[in-house]
Each structure stands twice: as C-alpha cells, then as structure tokens.
C-alpha cells in the first residue's frame, strides 16, 4: 500500500496534504488494531460495551463489513420526496 | 486568473497554497481575511451593501441561491455583491447586482458594509449540519429563522437567458434528440470517489433502459472524463450520449430539457431539483434528506447501514473498500423501478423492462381460499392487488399497504396469508414466521415464481409439519409453484 502511494504523482501541494492525511489515518488505523489485538490477549474476549467505550471511532469507521451474498448488512430506505413533504 | 502588481486578493487557503507553488515568493504575503471582515450578523440591509463569497463546490453554491432572494425580496433596496469559484449555478439571478470569480481583488471589500464568507459551513462535522437541510444552514449562517419560510422558497431556482435557450434548441439536434424522445441525464462522478455510485451497476443499468423506445441517455461529465464514462456503457450504443464537451453552465442549461435525472451526490442533484425535473438520487455518505428535502418529484434512494450516513467529505476512496460498501444496498432493480416509478407518474407508462414486475399472477385456482370474511396478508405481492388483501413489501415502489416489516401487525392472526415470490435464505425466516399469523382454520398460501421441483417438493414436505396440505400444483411450463395449507384448529 504504502508503495503505491509513493508511485501517485503529485500534482499540487493540497493532494501532498493529503495523501500525507490518509499516511497518517493509515498509521493510526493500524495502531488501533494492534493495541485492540494486545487488549484482547490481555483480557481475553472483549464485551461489546467495553469495546464501544474503548473504540467508538474504531466501531463507526471499521465495523460493517459485506455479508455471504455480497451485500453489506442493512436496508434501503426508499424517500420520496414532494416539496418539503416527506 | 492574473494578478496584477499592488493588489490584494481574497482566496482560500488550500487556493493559495497551489498558487504559491507555482509562483513561490512573487505571491507576496498574505494575510487572515478577518484583518478585514466586517461579519454580517442579520442586520437591517436597507439601503446597504453586503459582499458574501464561498470558494466551492459547484452544489453547494445552489444552497446560497435561495438566501440572496429571500434577501433581496426582503430588502429590495439592498446591494448584493457575490464570489464564487463557481459562479455557473448563480448566474442571471435578478437577486445578484454583481458577480465575480474567486480569487478576487480584496478592493471589492472597501465598499460594502457588511462582509459574509461561506467556508466550512457543511464541511463541519456538527450535529446540526448532520440533520439539516444545507439551505437551512445557509438562512442560519445569515441568521435568518428559516422555520417560517415556506418550502418553495428554500428551493435554488435557475435562471436562463433568451440566448442559452437558443443554444440549447441548436444543440439538441446535433446530440441527435428530438421532440420525441424521453431524455435520462444521468451524472455518473462525483468529485469524490467516496461518492461514487459503483460503474458495474450503472453500466447495467444504462443497458437496460437504453433498449427502450425513443429513450436516450445523456452522460453529465467533463472532457477529462471521457476514459471514464467510457467505461459505462457497452460500445457504440446510439442511444448513449456522452456529453462531455459542454463546461458546467451549459450542462445545466441542457438539464432543462431532461424527462428524469438519476445522479449520485452532485451538483446535478440541485440543478435538476431547481428545476423541478424528476430525480433520483444515490446517496451513501449523506443522507438524500439533508440534500433533497425541498425538490418536487424526487426518490432518495439511501442505504442504512452502521457507518451510513458517515458525513465524509473526503477526496479520498471509503476505508471500507471502492466503491464504497454501502452502495451495494442499492440494487439495480431498485434503480429501474425508481426510474420507471417516476415515469409513470409523469406520462402515466411503464417501460418494457417492467413487464415482469407487472405480470399479474394467475391466483384463479387457489382464489377460493382468499374469499374469507376477513382481509388477509400478502407478502411480496409486487404490483398485484386483490379487494380481499392487505399487502406487506418492503418495496415503496408498489405502494404496499405495510412496507416496513418490522412493524407490528394491528392483529395476531389472520384468515389467510398468501407469500409470494421470494423464498431466497434471507426470506426464510419471515416465511417461517408468517405460518403463526395464520389463524386457525386458516389457509397459507405460497405462490413461487421460477421455482423448480426441489422447490416445490420441499414446501410440500415443510407444509406437513403443522398443516394439513389442501392444494399442491407445479406447472414445470411456466415454473409457478402453488401450495396451499390449512392450519388445524
């Protein structure tokens, strides 16, 4: 990953802020998972409440994966709409 | 844009950092704005001058649209001076008495009285933006109570002149359409590829409609993207025109002659809106709610899933995968049915691709066990009305009496509850649970659609758990599976 992103030309200093934004978020994303990973060694099964109290960002941005039939768990909420009338 | 010696100009920070890598230290030094921002706060603007500016994008400068004509029909006497990076959606507005591109002279700041710059406002990831209507973070901005204001005037409105109506009349031609045909302007990117609506989909969807009569598919996009658009359709289909070689003034005003738009998060979406067309809009990181509420004749189609909405304005693909993984809620059904429903409310038919979900089902030899005293249930009973039933889908499209499954029925049992068409594993369990709202001494009835003798086989032999088998038939022709049993009492 990170070697792809060094093949990205840079073409502006704002996409440099960026991608250097995204290093970044990368980086911490996986310093999440490998203290959740020693959490869990160390404990044994987190419960769900102890884990939304530790992560919730973790839980907003990492949870939710595809099912089995390649559709991620939910619904789809159909909204009509007619001038400000729902 | 040229600058010249001695002059100062107002543009944004990410703005000058790209100007300031091309011309390094000629730029000079620059200095807050708020040195010289005299902030409007919602003062009387008679007889007063106001300067308000926001650097982008092209949407969401239609949310500022229907602030300056509240104001200006507030305060008629008032001068409005505008600057944008993208100006397109506000030109010839009569509210407007002067419009300019971003960066602009900061000289154009001397003269006014009040000063109003529009940055960040639903970028900010506060509660409010999350559940607020863009227009009305606007009026809020302006600190104006929006509350009161009717629905109507919080929609952006366009204005064309005489010429842009002449162009357009000498361009439809050239793009090869005619009075006759049903026009789909379908925008295909966004500017944030978190946006995006996945390319697989709507190359189907494109596909399908295109073979319809005197239909023909307009793609919204820059010259830049013409590799891309290509991807969405499949070789040379005259019936899919791309139109790429039109700035963003003209694809509005082409958006004029569009039956129906169909756009993921754009400023397609508030082009189309303004004008009051029929649309249809793919969200996933923002809820179509804060974005659509205000249009006429318009679906959102919204996916509810745990991290959606996320509210992300990143430039950036989701964490989660690319295209972001939301979007696979929103089928290609779901697409065409939306497509379809708008249609039909307008020119009152359907296109041929619904022929299947219109098919009425042949019920004649089991109608005899829906003629109780009482309505019964049907699930999944697509278009399919009968005087005798109360029909259950999730599926807002056909107008079901209950389309939210997880409500709970005003009874516990009914005399009879017909299922039909949908026994796929994630079904199984609601057809399970459809056996106990079969009263006793009532009848459940399955109706399958391309069901096969395994199929029909194992109903049979689920029937014989609990009820008493009435009516069995296959027809191997035509696929249809029927079964009917009767709950003892």
Do not use: K, Q, R, V
């Given at each position: 990953m990170a070697e792809s992103i060094e093949l990205l030309s840079l073409r502006s200093a704002q996409q440099g802020q960026i991608l250097d934004q995204y290093r970044m978020n990368m980086y911490n994303t996986e310093l999440r998972l490998s203290l959740l990973v020693k959490i869990m060694e160390e404990k044994g099964v987190l419960t769900q409440g102890e884990f939304e109290k530790r992560w919730p960002i973790f839980l907003k941005n990492d949870v939710g994966v595809l099912g089995p039939d390649g559709i991620m768990e939910g619904m789809l909420k159909i909204n009509f709409y007619d001038g400000g009338v729902k | 844009m040229t600058f010249e010696t001695g002059h100062r100009y107002v543009m944004a920070e990410d703005v000058e950092t790209q100007y300031r890598s091309i011309y390094g230290d000629c730029l000079g030094m620059s200095y807050p704005v708020e040195t010289v921002y005299r902030p409007y706060k919602g003062e009387d603007l008679t007889q007063k001058r106001l300067m308000c500016w926001r650097t982008g994008g092209i949407g969401d400068i239609f949310f500022l649209n229907p602030v300056l004509m509240y104001l200006k029909k507030k305060y008629p006497n008032c001068f409005l001076r505008v600057a944008s990076g993208c100006r397109q959606p506000l030109e010839?507005?009569?509210?407007?008495?002067e419009l300019y591109d971003m960066p602009f002279d900061a000289a154009l700041l001397n003269d006014v009285d009040y000063h109003l710059m529009f940055q960040g406002i639903i970028e900010g990831s506060s509660d409010q933006s999350k559940k607020t209507h863009a227009v009305d973070m606007f009026f809020s901005y302006f600190s104006i109570d929006s509350l009161q204001i009717p629905a109507e005037d919080k929609k952006p409105k366009l204005f064309f002149k005489k010429e842009e109506m002449e162009w357009l009349k000498q361009t439809l031609p050239t793009l090869g359409i005619d009075d006759s045909n049903y026009v789909i302007g379908v925008q295909m990117e966004t500017s944030a590829p978190l946006r995006n609506f996945p390319k697989e989909k709507f190359k189907t969807v494109l596909d399908v409609v295109s073979k319809e009569d005197k239909v023909k598919i307009i793609l919204i996009g820059t010259s830049e993207q013409h590799e891309i658009l290509s991807q969405y359709y499949k070789g040379n289909n005259p019936n899919i025109i791309p139109a790429l070689k039109f700035d963003v003034r003209k694809s509005i005003v082409l958006t004029s002659r569009y039956d129906i738009v169909i756009s993921p998060d754009t400023f397609m979406i508030q082009a189309a809106g303004a004008l009051d067309k029929p649309l249809i809009g793919l969200y996933g990181?923002?809820?179509s709610e804060v974005r659509m509420k205000y249009f006429k004749n318009s679906i959102g189609l919204d996916p509810s899933v745990v991290c959606s909405p996320c509210f992300k304005h990143d430039f950036r693909g989701c964490i989660k995968g690319f295209p972001s993984?939301?979007?696979?809620?929103?089928t290609i059904e779901d697409i065409l049915q939306a497509i379809d429903y708008l249609k039909y409310k307008f020119t009152g038919s359907h296109f041929k691709y619904m022929e299947t979900w219109l098919k009425t089902p042949d019920l004649s030899e089991v109608e005899r066990y829906m003629l109780g005293a009482d309505k019964g249930l049907c699930f999944f009973s697509g278009f399919f009305t009968h005087s005798n039933i109360i029909r259950v889908d999730p599926n807002k499209f056909f107008k079901p009496?209950?389309?939210?499954?997880?409500t709970e029925f005003k009874r516990v049992s009914f005399p009879f509850v017909l299922y039909m068409n949908n026994l796929s594993p994630k079904h199984q369990h609601l057809y399970q649970n459809t056996k106990n709202l079969v009263r006793p001494g009532g009848y459940l009835i399955v109706y399958v659609e391309n069901g096969n003798e395994q199929l029909f086989n194992e109903i049979k032999k689920d029937f014989g758990q609990g009820l008493v088998l009435m009516f069995s038939k296959f027809d191997p022709n035509k696929r249809i599976v029927t079964v009917v049993g009767r709950k003892p009492y």
């Open positions: - | 010839n507005m009569p509210a407007i008495d990181p923002f809820p993984p939301c979007f696979t809620l929103i009496d209950i389309d939210d499954l997880s």
